[in-house]
């Protein structure tokens, strides 16, 4: 099964930055209770593999923290984006967070990328030109505690399990 461990965003705040984003033609708008911020994206694991992965997850020490969106970007990039993302104001937590499941965790994709909180909000199969917005700067975001969940993938878009130790499924 595809993991990957987030903070998915408060629904106050989710609603709140849907609201914000301007209506762009051609973009699929996800559904506001995806909203996350993936912290480690660990690709296919094991079943066998769950319960270490929750004790590695319950390790992350702090309360959940509460993020400044600085912007809204298109990736690749805002000539021709793919998906719309809310970027974040690094908070600390978020860095520390990742920077120790990088150390505790393997993953499929360990890219030299650098840690760069955001949400994704929206996605387009074709790419579009993202018009300039500063409507959502500045919007604070609540987030949960950190959780390990599984992603599945359907046409229509993923959904997202959160996942629990053995003995509570």
Same mark, same amino acid.
């Not at 690749?76 to 120790?100: C, D, H, I, M, Y």
């Given at each position: 099964?595809?993991?990957?461990?987030?903070?998915?965003?408060?629904? #106050?705040?989710?609603?709140?930055? +849907?609201?914000?984003?301007?209506?762009?033609?051609?973009? +699929?708008?996800?559904?506001?209770?995806?909203?996350?911020?993936?912290? /480690?994206?660990?690709?296919?694991?094991?079943?066998? #593999?769950?319960?270490? @992965?929750?004790?590695?997850?319950?390790?992350?020490?702090?309360?959940?923290?509460?993020? #400044?969106?600085?912007?809204?970007?298109?990736?690749? +990039?805002?000539?021709?984006? /793919?998906? @719309?993302?809310?970027? @974040?104001?690094?908070?600390?937590?978020?860095?520390?967070?990742?920077?120790?499941?990088?150390?505790?965790?393997?993953?499929?994709?360990?890219?030299?990328?650098?840690?760069?909180?955001?949400?994704?909000?929206? /996605?387009? %199969?074709?790419?579009?030109?993202?018009?300039?917005?500063?409507?959502?700067?500045?919007?604070?975001?609540?987030?949960?505690?950190?959780?390990?969940? /599984?992603?599945?993938?359907?046409?229509?878009?993923?959904?997202?399990? +959160?996942?629990?130790?053995?003995?509570? %499924?």
């Amino acid at each position: 099964m595809r993991c990957f461990v987030a903070c998915f965003v408060q629904p #106050q705040s989710a609603s709140r930055l +849907r609201t914000a984003c301007p209506d762009i033609a051609g973009v +699929r708008w996800l559904p506001t209770e995806n909203y996350h911020v993936t912290l /480690r994206f660990l690709g296919t694991v094991a079943d066998e #593999q769950v319960d270490g @992965l929750l004790d590695v997850v319950s390790g992350l020490e702090g309360p959940a923290p509460i993020c #400044q969106v600085t912007g809204l970007q298109g990736y690749p +990039r805002a000539t021709s984006a /793919r998906a @719309l993302v809310a970027e @974040l104001r690094p908070e600390p937590t978020l860095t520390n967070w990742n920077t120790w499941l990088r150390a505790q965790t393997p993953s499929n994709d360990d890219t030299a990328r650098e840690f760069a909180p955001h949400i994704t909000v929206a /996605r387009t %199969r074709n790419g579009v030109s993202l018009p300039a917005h500063e409507g959502v700067a500045g919007i604070p975001v609540a987030l949960s505690k950190p959780g390990l969940y /599984r992603s599945v993938t359907k046409p229509e878009g993923a959904t997202y399990q +959160r996942l629990e130790s053995r003995s509570a %499924r």
